[in-house]
């Protein structure tokens, strides 16, 4: 495994900078995905589409890597998150789907998954893991082997506890009690 350069592992500190500075932490009153009513809303896609600072989070996501022998996330929010890791690290990768094609060869995902293949699953934000979850289920149905999600930013919502239950471990970089802690 590469990381691509010699550049320093950003800091937790880089990364909220770097979330908060493009806008893609919000305070205020929020409805989100679950239904649920929060006082932060957070979208890394703000921060992912500017190539300094997904590389900046894909340097910090490398570096959490370790022994896997494949990367995976969920369309959207995890693509452009896996790719770029991806081209850090050399690993292969596979875009997971959220919903069954319904032509073609109606496959759940796009690239290889082989069977033994210790699969990191990568993600933008988890607040119940319920999408972490659906990517297990996909990773491990195609002969995957999955005990580990990276994740941007964990709301804290249960995600950890449900993929435990499911044995997988949760990796945040950040969590959303540091989000709050930053609010100026």
Avoid at 14 to 38: M, P, Y
Avoid at 76 to 105: C, I, M, N, S, W
Avoid at 135 to 157: F, Q, T
């Amino acid at each position: 495994m590469t990381t691509g350069s010699a550049e320093a592992v950003p800091t937790r500190e880089e990364v909220l900078s770097t979330l908060l500075d493009a806008g893609a932490v919000r305070f205020g009153e929020f409805t989100l995905t679950s239904g649920e009513k929060s006082d932060v809303y957070i979208d890394v896609k703000r921060a992912w589409t500017s190539p300094a600072r997904l590389e900046l989070l894909a340097r910090a996501l490398a570096a959490r890597v370790g022994a896997a022998d494949r990367l995976a996330g969920m369309e959207l929010g995890a693509v452009p998150l896996v790719v770029a890791v991806a081209l850090r690290t050399g690993h292969d990768y596979a875009v997971l789907r959220k919903g069954a094609r319904e032509h073609g060869t109606r496959q759940p995902f796009e690239g290889d998954i082989p069977k033994g293949a210790r699969v990191l699953l990568i993600e933008d934000v988890s607040t119940t893991g319920g999408s972490t979850l659906r990517s297990v289920e996909i990773v491990r149905a195609a002969g995957g082997v999955v005990d580990r999600a990276l994740v941007v930013v964990d709301r804290e919502s249960g995600a950890a506890e449900h993929l435990a239950a499911a044995g997988v471990r949760l990796e945040p970089i950040l969590t959303l009690s540091e989000l709050r802690g930053a609010r100026k």
